[in-house]
Structures are given as structure tokens and as C-alpha cells.
């Protein structure tokens, strides 16, 4: 079993601050929460892990519509260019912010770590 999480901290860096749990509402927004959903064995090969599907939820928070779909838009490309799908997408409202809930989806070779659309 692999931990992505890490990677795709990385991978969304550049869009904007990436937060592993609910942003505090005093927090400085935009801000993008990331967290593993589902991490399971899709193939095991003499008694190891090879091929393990992976979902993770990428939420955008901001004041501004505007600025959660911009974000939203950077983070499924980068998240499709690699290779990962998206399974989920929705505007959701939370009081005085704006939230933009993803899904994505891939299966991941435990072995070499490339990554494949499910």
C-alpha cells in the first residue's frame, strides 16, 4: 500500500495551499483540502501488491466562485495530465464560502508507481 497524499501535495503546490484537513475559517483563502477516500488492492501477485486503485478528494474553499472554479479547473487538468480520473464534481456552498468538491480515481503500480486511469 502506497500513500499518495504526499505526492499530490506536491503536484498541487503551485496552485495554492494545500491543507490536509478542514480549513479554519480565519484561514488566509483559498485554500485546497486533500485527503484519501478509498486505498485498495486491485491486483496481488505471489503474495504481494502489485495494482492498488486509489480515490482522492480535492476541495477548493474560497470567498469567491470565481476564484474556487479557476483553481478547480488548474487542479483536474493536473490531476488528469497524470492520470488520474475524475470521478466527481460539484459546487457546493458552505455558508460564507464557496467549495468545489473532486474526486479522482487512478490505479497505481505499486512496483514502478505509474499511474493509469481506472
Known amino acids: 500500500m502506497i ?18 484537513q478542514f480549513p479554519d475559517t480565519t484561514a ?9 477516500i478509498a486505498n485498495q488492492s486491485d491486483t496481488v501477485l505471489h503474495g504481494a ?3 492498488s486503485v ?9 470567498k469567491a ?3 474556487v472554479a479557476d483553481m478547480s479547473a488548474q487542479i483536474s487538468a ?9 470521478i466527481f ?5 458552505d455558508g ?6 473532486m474526486r479522482f480515481s487512478a490505479k497505481i503500480d505499486e512496483l514502478n508507481h505509474r499511474v493509469y486511469s481506472p
Not at 460564507?96 to 468538491?101: A, D, G, N, V
Open 3 to 20: 500513500d499518495i497524499i504526499p505526492t499530490i501535495a506536491n503536484m498541487l503546490a503551485d496552485i495554492g495551499t494545500v491543507e490536509l
Open 78 to 86: 493536473v490531476m488528469v495530465s497524470k492520470g488520474f480520473r475524475r
Open 49 to 51: 501488491e502489485r495494482l
Open 54 to 62: 486509489i480515490t482522492v478528494q480535492i476541495d477548493v474553499w474560497d
Open 89 to 93: 464534481g460539484q459546487m457546493m456552498p
Open 28 to 36: 488566509d483563502f483559498p485554500v485546497i483540502t486533500l485527503s484519501e
Open 65 to 67: 466562485a470565481a476564484v
Open 96 to 101: 460564507e464560502l464557496q467549495r468545489k468538491c
